[in-house]
């Protein structure tokens, strides 16, 4: 179709429609937004290059999201195709998806015309035309589907109603319109259609390396399991290499999910279980059964981890996970955690991880760390706190004794926690002093937890600090939250993929448990002996009995902050490396990382000061 340019302005005001016209609005509207042929605002041009990254927005496939990413220029062009007869769309993203206070872009129809414009939506939802237009639009035109609009936007437009695009999660928010307004103002989001979809918009461009001419796969999968109707269910499934299975290398994975279970498998492991171990008894069950054999403790060694939202997973050419040979166990676990909230009955489940390696060994052997908290209830969250702050520490001490002279390199990590996690950060400090991020989300999901290749790989050397920090949101809840491996427990782990592989596979920390109970007892001294302190109470029931006032709160930060730590300095073998461990200090850091400011662009965005829209080109078949 030929292009239609027309210049980008703000109206005063939208036309006033006749009485015929206005009878007639409703019944021509979706006819009249179908046939808009082309529009383009003056001095913008399509991408020169194709979309790679793609994403459905909605769950029956009206939406379609493709975009490409510009470092150079800090530009986004964003593709949205529409499938149907629809009389508009909205499009946008918000802190963690809801409707209120979002960035958006809207093309709509009065039923004479069409219009695209830069808004944003106050706290009850309503619609307002953005004074700073910084969503550019490009071209919409008519596909045999439906509609397609291009648009463009920089990361960062130092608008306050804008969103500032970042490394992290990022929440896309979506809405149709069935019928035509008469304003932007007349648009509220609470009477749309809407949803949204969680991304991360700017992924590091790595290129996808090609796959070895001799590359195998293996399926580890569980045995047509049925999934239990508890919450929170942990399957652990031992299976075997096949016989005089050689030394090989992992270079890639993926998660295998059986159709219609994909909302119940929140995550799974692949671990290999220690060598000492010449035999491993069969075993598919819950990990928490009485039949389960104590050798399985021992099977710790990470191949593979995956979690909601991540996709497949490549190695650097340099580097992959060894598994197999003569001094490596045979055996392996596959560990699936379900979460059923809904307690779904007889539901079957065959997910499992997908293989793929070589016995084209390469240079380095790769592994897989923890870092973050131990998984323990003495780290609590108390109810009602809107950001409450938990930290694990990988210690100097620990990388002193456990890394080589030569340090370890890492490139990719996968950030998680439950459902009350909201931002989680891992910062490297050296000599005291904070030198720069490791990984990084301030918009972090449970629900998205996809495994980063890093922008820039991490050189971490003995005596480094490792620290990470997670923070929750805990206003929904009525009881302190603590940590531990149920889907209403907390965790807060960082897995870090990196190379060369160590004997280090945990490096976590949790507050002293001398220490917290000496807060249970210094917060029942002066709560009348409301408390539960006596011996036999475990860590929850104590936690569930203080009372939360704003003393008790910030004892418990103050504890976090300063108390002595319990280090988890572990082996793969799950033992530790040799050293005290208990009732050590805090890493002394005396210089901390400041959070970056906005770059904001030099260029100026067209600005409408009133209630206004732009006008786009439009015309009949």
Known sequence: MPAHRTHQRCWSSLPSPS?????????????????????????????????????????DGILELSWNISYDQEIIH?????????????????????????????????????YFADAWSDQKGQLHLDAQQDYQLLQVQRTPDGLSLLFKRPFVTCDPKDYLIEDDTVHLVYGILEGPFQSLEAINTSGLHTGLQRVQLLRTEVP??????????????????????????????????????????????????????????????????????????????????????????????????????????????????????????????????YHNP?????????????????????????????????????????????????????????????????????????????LTGRKVITVLARGGQESEIVNRDNHYSPFFQDIRMLKKVVSVLPGDVLITSCTYNTEGRK???????????EMCVNYIHYYPQTDLELCKSAVNDRYLQKYFDQ??????????????????????SVPWNSYNREMLKALYRFAPISMHCNKTSAISFQGEWNLKPLPEITSTLKEPTPN????????????TTVSIHWGRD
């Open 19 to 59: 009485v015929r016209e206005a009878a007639s609005m409703y019944s021509t509207a979706v006819a009249i937004f179908l046939v808009i042929l082309v529009a383009a605002l003056q001095s913008s041009e399509p991408p020169e290059h194709p979309f790679p990254y793609h994403i459905p927005l909605d769950p």
């Open 78 to 114: 964003f593709q949205l195709e529409v499938r149907g007869l629809r009389a508009g769309v909205l499009f946008g993203m918000s802190d963690r998806g809801e409707m209120e206070n979002a960035d958006l872009i809207i093309l709509w129809t009065d039923g004479n015309r069409s």
């Open 208 to 337: 996808t390396p090609d796959m070895p001419a001799d590359v195998q796969t293996m399926e580890i999968r569980t045995a047509n399991v049925v999934i239990p109707d508890n919450e929170t269910t942990y399957w652990c499934y031992v299976t075997k290499l096949p016989t005089n299975f050689s030394r090989h290398h992992i270079i890639m994975y993926e998660a295998i999910v059986t159709e219609g279970n994909e909302a119940l498998v929140h995550h799974m492991e692949v671990f290999q279980c220690a060598s000492e171990f010449k035999t491993i008894p069969s075993f598919n069950a819950p990990c928490d059964s009485k039949m389960k054999p104590n050798q399985l403790n021992y099977c710790r060694h990470v191949l593979a981890a995956w979690a909601l939202g991540a996709k497949a997973f490549y190695y650097p050419e340099e580097a992959g996970v060894a598994f197999g040979g003569p001094n490596s166990s045979p055996y392996l676990r596959l560990e699936v955690h």
């Open 342 to 418: 809904r307690h779904i009955h007889g539901r079957h489940d065959s997910s499992g991880i997908r293989l793929y390696y070589t016995a084209t060994l390469r240079k380095y052997n790769a592994g897989i760390m923890e870092l973050g908290l131990v998984y323990t209830p003495v780290m609590a969250i108390p109810p009602q706190e809107t950001a409450f702050v938990l930290t694990g520490y990988c210690t100097d001490e620990c990388t002193r004794v456990a890394l080589p002279n030569t340090g370890i390199r890492i490139f990719a990590s996968q950030l998680h926690t439950h």
């Open 479 to 489: 009881l302190a939250t603590v940590g531990g491996f149920g889907i209403l427990e």
């Open 523 to 544: 917060v029942n001294s002066f709560s009348n002996g409301e408390v539960c302190t006596c011996p036999q109470a475990s860590v929850p029931e104590r936690f569930s």
């Open 600 to 611: 904001c662009p030099t260029h100026q965005a067209v600005s409408c000061t009133n209630s």
